[in-house]
């Protein structure tokens, strides 16, 4: 079975982009490859946050991604931090890149334009800590975003130059894949594109009941359609995704025949999104607060899943010392 590597940002809760965008294809992936999925905590000191927010980051989002169905009998869910491996095969690889072509990275660029007052290491060797993630378990296969393929073909360098060095053919090439279903983009409600934290437009998975009608309620909308069948101005067609991705083909159809027969009301459909939306967000919503609430459950499972990552991560490790002419 391949093995599938993927890392988590621990930055504030789920929302609906992150469910739809990833956390169901982890799902998937969980059932048919040997997974690892981490908490990046260790990437996530780039950007200094406060020591009392760093384990309870980390909590927030393991329960809530055990609260979507992760079930760590079948992947190995851990907290970086809790696998020092990492960091042995992290000095390693560093010490074969170069900095030239860190300095050339664009998502290096791009983070040292946004924080110019702390333009610090850790950025600049973000992917080399990537790429430890990602070969400290010879993964075959990453899922990442379009933004995350320079850091991949990095870690693919990276992966190559070791093996040609050391003139063995030991980490094999970590491919970037997305799984067969299609690609979703789960779009904000107020008409400015996608869903996401920055654009302080989502729908959390732990937003209630009351919280989610009032946001569906005040999505954008048009003045309605003037011609039967005609197609679907960018605002609308955000409100039928809506309805693909939580409601039923029954409803979605009713609608979009409401749509296109022009008696459609935005006020019933949007009623309708926000009804759907609850009944998809309450049973994960009580699953996060039972999780959240057993801080004892969630410590037990992220050292169960650090004793399996570790494990795995020694194996590799001693092979490495060893081709490197250290004692393993
Ligand atoms: P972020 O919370 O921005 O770090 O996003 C984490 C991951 O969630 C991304 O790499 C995407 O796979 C997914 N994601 C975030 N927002 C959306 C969205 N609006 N539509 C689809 N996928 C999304």
Redesign the pocket.
């Known amino acids: 079975m391949e093995t599938v590597v993927s890392g988590i ?1 621990p ?1 504030g809760n789920l ?1 609906l ?2 469910y ?3 956390v169901k294809s982890f799902l998937q992936m969980q059932n048919e490859y040997k997974c690892y999925f981490f908490i990046a905590d260790w990437h996530s000191l780039t950007t200094r946050p406060k020591p009392e927010n760093i384990i309870k980051s980390a909590h927030t989002i393991l329960a809530e991604y055990l609260a979507c169905g992760i079930n760590p009998e079948k992947a190995t869910i851990y907290i970086q931090s809790d696998v020092k491996e990492v960091l042995e095969l992290y000095l390693y690889l560093n010490m074969n890149a170069y900095l030239g072509e860190m300095e050339r990275c664009t998502t290096f660029k791009e983070k040292a334009r946004k924080q110019p007052e702390n333009v610090n290491v850790g950025l600049l060797t973000y992917p080399t800590l990537m790429a430890a993630d990602i070969l400290i378990h010879r993964a075959a296969k990453v899922p990442v ?1 379009k933004d995350q393929e320079q850091n991949m073909e990095m870690a693919r360098k990276f992966a190559r130059r070791f093996n040609t060095i050391y003139e063995k053919d030991f980490f094999p090439e970590p491919q970037s894949f997305s799984l067969a279903t299609k690609s ?4 904000g409600l107020d008409g400015s594109g ?4 920055s654009e302080g437009n989502c729908i959390y998975l732990m937003d209630d009941t009351e919280t989610i009608r009032k946001k569906v309620m005040k999505a954008v909308t048009d003045s309605g359609p003037t011609m039967p069948n005609s197609e679907k101005p960018e605002v609308i067609q955000n409100l039928f995704t809506f309805l693909d991705i939580v409601s039923t083909k029954d409803t979605y159809d009713y609608f979009n025949d409401k749509w296109n027969d022009c008696s459609i009301r935005y006020g019933d459909l949007k009623k309708q999104i926000a009804v759907d939306v609850a009944a998809f967000n309450t049973p994960i919503r009580e699953r996060i607060r039972e999780y959240s609430s057993n801080v004892d459950l969630l410590n037990n499972i992220a050292k169960a899943g650090a004793e399996k990552a570790h494990e795995s991560a020694i194996n590799t490790l001693k092979e490495i010392r060893h081709i490197i002419g250290f004692h393993a």
């Open positions: 940002r930055t929302h982009g992150n739809f965008g990833a975003g979703v983009k789960i779009p996608k869903m996401g934290k």
